[in-house]
Structures are given as C-alpha cells and as structure tokens.
C-alpha cells in the first residue's frame, strides 16, 4: 500500500458524501414560495449552497417580508429531514472511497460540516457511512464561527491530533473551500460533472489545491 501524503482527512457532509443539496433546496424553494420569493431549484442552490439558511435570515426577510423566526427553522428542519429519510443518497462512488481511505489512514478521518450534528448524522447513518466517522463528526453549529471560517475544520484537526497544515479537506462549495484555506489545508475541492451551482475555476481562485470530478479519483490524489 503507498504512504498517505497527509496526516488527516476531513471531509464535508452535504455534496461531498450525502448528494443532499437539491433536496434541501428543494424544500427551501418550496417553503420560500409559499412567503412570495419564487425561484427553481438551481436558483435556490445558487443563492443558498453552502450557507446555513439561519445565516440568510435578513436576505429571506427582505424578499419576503416577513420574519425568519425559531418557529419558521424548526419547520424548515422538519420537512428537510423528512424528505431527506426518504430521497438522500451517497454521492458517486464515495463509500468505495472513504473505505479505502478510512483503512489507508487508520481511522484519520473526519467529517467536519456547516450542517448541525441531526442531520449530518443522521444522513451518514442513512448512507452506511456512520460507522467511518463515529466520534469524529465536527458541526458548525457548535463552533464559534461557521465555514466560511475555518473552526470547524481546526476542531476536527485537533481531535485527529493532526496539524492542519497536515490535513487534506474535501469540499465541494466556495464557503467549504474558503474555510479549509483558512483553516491551512490543501483543499481537494469535488465538483460533479453538469455542476450548475459552482465553478471549478472559481474554486481554484479560492486556493483548492486539485478540483476533480469523480469520488472514484480520491483515493489516488491523497495518495493511496
């Protein structure tokens, strides 16, 4: 087997292991038109991807006029993860990779996301995934700062005992990339093929040392 060139792996959630965002979009679409915002799913994902949607209060405020209160997130959560029970699914090839990079880096892996810890749980529960990271499941909401600041992945880092400047992160948004650079990682950034909500240029702009297109070649860029 070759040598991991990295002490660590800490991977996103949402996109990177769960092909979650259409759905979550797709509640949030649905849940903004019924307040007077209209847009398609892709819109949705543009304007929303890779944001915590408690963050965008005061854009959803001011195109809807009304108030994003604990009530209006609480439904929000509930229709998300209910469509997510019955719909998510594991991103191509992505179980076959964190497999083999879980056995390669004896357990060095994290999942650190902008998610809180239900959902990420629960849909690395729904995926088979689970059993990869358990106690290694790091939320933004629990951080001081969430992406686009690095605290999250600093936190995974630390739990790993892995330097970050030691650690490869994969990321698959502006925000996630934005806070893997900061955090002092090289960021290996996934962007599927008809990816219409980000742009592999722009992802190298933000400092993602590789952008690739299939989970299948994972494995090989983190040296295994």
Known sequence: ?????FDAVLFDCDG??????????????DMLAERGWSM??????????????????ALIEQKTGMPVNEDWLASFRSRRNMALQTQVT?????????????????????????????KVEFMLGQLGLLRYFEQRVFSG???????PHPDVYLAAAAA??????RCAVVEDTL????????????VFAYVPPGSRHVDAIVLRQAGACHVFDDMALL?????L
Do not use: W
């Not at 398609?40 to 209060?57: H, I, N, P, R, Y």
């Not at 925000?175 to 090289?186: C, I, K, N, W, Y």
């Open 16 to 29: 990177v292991l769960a092909d979650s965002e259409p759905i979550t979009n797709g509640v949030l679409r």
């Open 1 to 5: 087997m070759n040598t991991p060139h």
């Open 141 to 147: 909401y629990e951080m001081p700062r969430s992406k």
């Open 175 to 186: 925000t996630g990339v934005r806070a893997g650079v900061a955090a002092g990682a090289s």
């Open 90 to 118: 594991a991103i191509p090839n992505v179980i076959d990779a964190v497999h083999r990079i879980h056995a390669a880096y004896e357990g060095r892996i994290a999942c650190a996301s902008g998610a809180d810890r239900f």
């Open 219 to 223: 494995p090989s860029l983190l040296g």
């Open 160 to 165: 790993l005992a892995a330097p970050p400047t």
């Open 40 to 57: 398609t799913v892709d819109e949705c994902m543009l304007q929303f991807v890779g944001k915590a949607v408690s963050d965008e209060a």
